[in-house]
């Protein structure tokens, strides 16, 4: 198994640009999770998914759209990028609530750098 | 103030050395305590899972929670130079509830 997945590895955009990130789990977990790490920050939660087809805003959505159209699959979109967004982006997948553990598998992560 | 404290070193040893490293949190509704290590430009992966209070051992990493005083602590045996990574603290109420990350403590094994 690949366990979680992100593309691309690294990215630079001018201010402006648009992109979008992909997150890809063949863990067949329910819940998945876009997060962002800064230094001096800690891991802050943007959007997260419960299931095909829902997704909700975290702890630091403004900015940032998601999409959850298959169950393997989390789209983080930027539609404008700016340069606080620069930032190391990490997803995350887990079984759901009341599964043994629920613990969060992470992916690689994307670098992304906003000029 | 943060929810969840962590000291982010760094935190420099001598390999073969006893490493203690710690959480301190304000929510009394957490329950799940977990610990992650992340290696450099890599993603965190779970090292110890622990509900509630108690002690969990691992080979040579011994998680334990303390909720009275509201810290947590991850305990390495016998430091190794590969043991050289950020350690991130993370926890959350029961059900689902987002988890609560620490910044993060990155400790050096020197050989």
């Known amino acids: 198994n690949a366990g979680v997945t992100q593309t691309p590895k690294f990215r630079v955009l001018k201010t402006g640009q648009s992109m979008t990130l992909l997150c890809a789990q063949d863990m067949n977990h329910e819940y998945m999770y876009w997060y962002r790490q800064d230094p001096g920050m800690g891991l802050r939660l943007i959007h997260y998914?419960?299931?095909?087809?829902?997704?909700a805003k975290g702890e630091v959505p403004d900015g940032y759209n998601v999409s959850r159209l298959k169950k393997q699959n989390f789209l983080l979109g930027l539609e404008s990028a700016a340069p606080s967004q620069t930032s190391v982006y990490f997803c995350?997948?887990?079984?759901?609530?009341?599964?043994?553990?629920?613990?969060?598998?992470f992916g690689p992560g994307t670098r992304l750098t906003v000029l | 103030q943060k929810e969840v404290e962590q000291d982010p070193g760094p935190l420099s040893v001598p390999e073969g050395a006893i490493v203690s490293l710690n959480c301190t949190y304000s929510n009394s509704a957490f329950q799940y305590f977990m610990w992650y290590r992340q290696y450099s430009r890599k993603g965190p992966e779970l090292l110890m899972y622990?509900?509630?209070?108690g002690n969990k051992e691992d080979g040579r990493f011994t998680a334990q929670v303390d909720k009275s005083s509201k810290y947590i602590s991850l305990f390495i045996r016998d430091s190794q130079p590969s043991d050289s990574a950020t350690y991130l603290c993370a926890m959350r109420p029961g059900g689902y509830q987002k988890v609560t990350f620490g910044i993060g403590t990155k400790l050096q094994v020197i050989p």
């Open positions: 622990t509900y509630s209070s």
């Open positions: 995350a997948s887990s079984p759901p609530s009341g599964t043994r553990d629920n613990e969060q598998f």
């Open positions: 998914s419960v299931g095909e087809g829902t997704t």
